[in-house]
């Protein structure tokens, strides 16, 4: 059974940088497995952020940016803002087939 | 503009049957695909399956596969969510997404709760 993991939790000052990654049990993450980073908040729908490891859409904020870190894909975010504390998850793709990991709280404190 | 209209919060009990629904607007509906996915109370999101409308290509998450069925109406740009016999298990927020090509999702749903209880 293929498992991508994630950062449980973590947190951040305002106007930090942090990483969140995302690893799967099969193996280094590749561009191949065409990481999307989607944003939640409290009481709302998830909300695209980057698709293709680093791609973003129309409405993705400049301060998210997607990259590979080592063998994992990596969501950066700079210059963290207070309404950036939510739930992130990553997803990535094996032979076509979705695979979401289990989430990273962010706190902004 | 691009929507996902999800059909509102249902209330079931245990063993009844239940469709749901995602109207699909602003894009040519038949071209991309339509996922369902699932979010129990307080936990992270889980990926059910796909499907393609234009030739209902359908794919399921194994843990998902014979518990649920996606399925897909063009005439009103509509795709669905169906359960034969529900389960307490099965209370959970709902979310279908709309992915491009076969490696980019894109748009959400508003999300469909769903309770079962009885």
């Known amino acids: 059974q293929t498992v991508v993991t994630q950062e449980p939790s973590l947190t951040v000052s305002p106007g930090g940088t942090v990483t969140l990654t995302c690893a799967s049990n099969t193996g280094a993450v590749t561009s191949g497995h065409h990481p999307n980073w989607f944003q939640q908040k409290p009481g709302q729908a998830p909300r695209s952020l980057i698709f293709s490891t680093k791609n973003k859409h129309s409405w993705t904020p400049a301060r998210f940016s997607g990259s590979l870190l080592g063998d994992k894909a990596a969501l950066i975010v700079s210059g963290v803002q207070p309404e950036d504390e939510a739930d992130y998850y990553c997803l990535l793709y094996f032979d076509g087939a979705q695979v979401l990991g289990g989430g990273t709280k962010l706190t902004v404190l | 503009e691009v929507q996902l209209v999800q059909s509102g919060a249902e209330v079931k009990k245990p063993g009844d049957s239940l469709r749901i629904s995602c109207e699909g607007s602003?894009?040519?509906?038949?071209?991309?695909?339509i996922g369902w996915v699932r979010q129990k109370p307080g936990k992270g999101l889980e990926w059910m399956g796909i499907i393609y409308p234009s030739d209902s290509d359908t794919r399921y998450t194994p843990s998902f596969q014979g518990q649920v069925t996606i399925s897909v109406d063009k005439s009103v740009s509509m795709v669905y969510l169906q359960w034969s016999s529900l389960k307490a298990s099965d209370t959970a927020m709902y979310y279908c997404?709309?992915?491009?090509?076969?490696?980019?999702?894109?748009?959400w749903g508003q999300g469909t709760r769903v309770t079962v209880s009885s």
């Open positions: 997404v709309r992915q491009v090509a076969s490696n980019l999702i894109d748009y």
């Open positions: 602003g894009y040519k509906f038949s071209d991309r695909w």
